[in-house]
T-cell receptor
C-alpha cells in the first residue's frame, strides 16, 4: 500500500528564514511525487512535480529514493508563503493521488 | 480553459437530507477524482471515475455515498441522509487521458446542521 507522511502539522518561521517541509513515502514501485499548496479556502495548486525538477516560487524539492523522501525547501521564506502544503504520490499516469496529512506553514513578519 | 468547476461552493443541509455536489472537469479531461477534506485534516481520496465508469471507489464510505460521471454532463457526488460528520470540503479534480497532472476545483463546502 502506498502512504505519504508529513510529520510536521505546523511550521512557524520568520520572514527571511529558511523553511523545510518534510515528506516521506512508502511505495514499492517508482512513484511520481508532487507538492501541492492550498492558500486559505482556495483550490489546491500544483507547486512542484519531481520529474520536472524545476523551482517554483523559490521552492525546490529533491527526490531521495534511498531515504524515500521528497522534502520541500525554500531558503528565504516570505509572508505570502503562509499556506497549507501537501505532499502527494501517484503511482501511474492519470492515477489517483495519495496525500500526506499536510503541513501548515506560518511565516511571521 | 475555465478550469475545474464545482458547484455549489457552499451547501447547507439538515441532518437526513440529501446533498448533491457537481463537478465539471477541465475541457478535454476524461478522468475525475473526488477528495474529502475534513476540518483540520488532510485530503482523503474518495473515488476515481472516467466517463460512465467507476475506476476506483476504495475511499468511498460503504453507505449513503455514491458518485457518477455520465456520458453527458458533470460528475455528481451524492450523499444521502447526511449526518454532521459529513460536514467537510469536497474537492473535485480532473486529469487528461494521457497525463498525470491533476487539477483541482475550488471545492464545495458542505455544512450539515
Amino acid at each position: 500500500a502506498q502512504r505519504v507522511t508529513q510529520p510536521e502539522k505546523l511550521l512557524s518561521v520568520f520572514k527571511g528564514a529558511p523553511v523545510e517541509l518534510k515528506c516521506n513515502y512508502s511505495y514499492s514501485g517508482s512513484p511520481e511525487l508532487f507538492w501541492y499548496v492550498q492558500y486559505s479556502r482556495q483550490r489546491l495548486q500544483l507547486l512542484l512535480r519531481h520529474i520536472s525538477r524545476e523551482s517554483i516560487k523559490g521552492f525546490t524539492a529533491d527526490l531521495n529514493k534511498g531515504e524515500t523522501s521528497f522534502h520541500l525547501k525554500k531558503p528565504f521564506a516570505q509572508e505570502e508563503d503562509s499556506a497549507m502544503y501537501y505532499c502527494a504520490l501517484s503511482k501511474a499516469a492519470g492515477n489517483k493521488l495519495t496525500f500526506g496529512g499536510g503541513t501548515r506553514v506560518l511565516v511571521k513578519p | 480553459n475555465a478550469g475545474v468547476m464545482q458547484n455549489p461552493r457552499h451547501l447547507v443541509r439538515r441532518r437526513g437530507q440529501e446533498a448533491r455536489l457537481r463537478c465539471s472537469p477541465m475541457k478535454g479531461h476524461s478522468h475525475v477524482y473526488w477528495y474529502r477534506q475534513l476540518p483540520e485534516e488532510g485530503l482523503k481520496f474518495m473515488v476515481y471515475l472516467q466517463k460512465e465508469n467507476i475506476i476506483d471507489e476504495s475511499g468511498m464510505p460503504k453507505e449513503r455515498f455514491s458518485a457518477e460521471f455520465p456520458k453527458e454532463g458533470p460528475s455528481i457526488l451524492r450523499i444521502q441522509q447526511v449526518v454532521r460528520g459529513d460536514s467537510a470540503a469536497y474537492f473535485c479534480a480532473s486529469s487528461p487521458t494521457d497525463g498525470n497532472t491533476i487539477y483541482f476545483g475550488e471545492g464545495s463546502w458542505l455544512t450539515v446542521v
